[in-house]
């Protein structure tokens, strides 16, 4: 297991910097357990290198007329490529709530992270906005499972996940969320369900391996990637969630891959970097160029 560990403290006594550090979990798209002192959140899980990090941001008194914050994390992985996953969720909090300290962030107007404590990511994301009335044709040329986006689609992905879109030609699995090039692997993992391209098709990825998953044959490099999970890999056709949860097409749930994965220790995880270097290592959705 990986863990890290930062303290540091704010200019707002407990109460406001509690909400604050509500507001910045939030910002950041996690769900957020209440503890009374602080608050627990974890990421979802994202087909890559990295096992989903638990954060936990406590609150306690500190010098007079400020707080001090505690940010710790963790998760399941062993070596280099975890620990600086686990380090850099603690940064990337911590970054979060300082800037929104200095931009005097105030909670009335934004959502409270803890309506949806202990549930799972959401399965039904914010979706992209209707295309308004009497709209002209899209300038941008990106198309997804073969149907061109219209430039506010592009612009909500854009703006969703922090990064820009290149014109290109993409697919994307809806179910596990998996993202990659025309024609080649997964690149990085979205939110499920986004309601954006046409269908998937099977030739997606040009696979020629004989694995289909949610209906897309794998490339090899993907089929590379899993045996660092599931040494044996067996041709078929199989549904994968994006919890990780599998079976075969159109029948029940026969494992989780995680778990697999987790009860085979360290073997499982500590190569795993090799496979494919444009993977996304940080746990954050990014777009390929």
């Not at 890290?4 to 357990?33: V, Y």
């Not at 993907?222 to 067996?234: E, F, G, H, K, N």
């Not at 987790?262 to 496979?275: I, K, T």
Request: with cysteine.
């Amino acid at each position: 297991m990986s863990r890290h560990e930062d303290s540091f403290q704010i200019p707002l006594p407990p109460e406001r910097a509690k909400r604050l550090c509500g507001e910045a979990i939030a910002s950041l798209g996690l769900a957020a357990t209440d503890l009374g002192h602080g608050f627990a959140c974890a990421e979802s899980f994202q087909l890559g290198f990295t096992w989903p990090a638990t954060i936990q941001v406590l609150i306690n008194y500190g010098d007079t007329g400020m707080s001090r914050i505690t940010i710790n994390a963790s998760n399941f992985g062993f070596g280099p490529i975890q620990s600086s996953h686990v380090r850099n969720k603690v940064v990337g909090m911590r970054q979060r709530i300082e800037q929104m300290v200095h931009q005097g962030a105030r909670g009335e107007s934004r959502p409270n992270p803890t309506s949806e404590a202990s549930q799972r990511p959401s399965q039904s994301p914010q979706q992209p906005p209707a295309a308004p009335s009497g709209q002209s044709g899209p300038t941008r040329q990106v198309f997804v499972n073969g149907k061109q986006l219209r430039d506010d689609q592009v612009n909500f992905l854009e703006q969703k996940y922090g990064s820009s879109l290149p014109n290109g030609d993409y697919w994307y699995d809806r179910m596990c969320g998996a993202w990659g090039r025309m024609g080649g692997p997964v690149l990085c993992t979205l939110e499920p369900n986004h309601d954006i391209g046409g269908p998937l098709q099977p030739g997606a990825s040009n696979g020629n391996t004989g694995v289909f998953i949610n209906g897309r044959e794998l490339h090899y490099l993907d089929i590379a990637l899993l045996q660092r999970v599931v040494p044996m890999i067996i041709p078929g056709r199989w549904w994968l969630d994006v919890y990780g949860n599998f079976g075969s097409e159109g029948g029940p749930m026969l494992g989780n891959l995680w778990a697999y994965a987790q009860s085979q220790g360290s073997s499982g995880n500590e190569n795993r970097s090799s496979v494919l270097s444009s993977w996304d290592r940080t746990g954050v959705a990014v777009f390929s160029g």
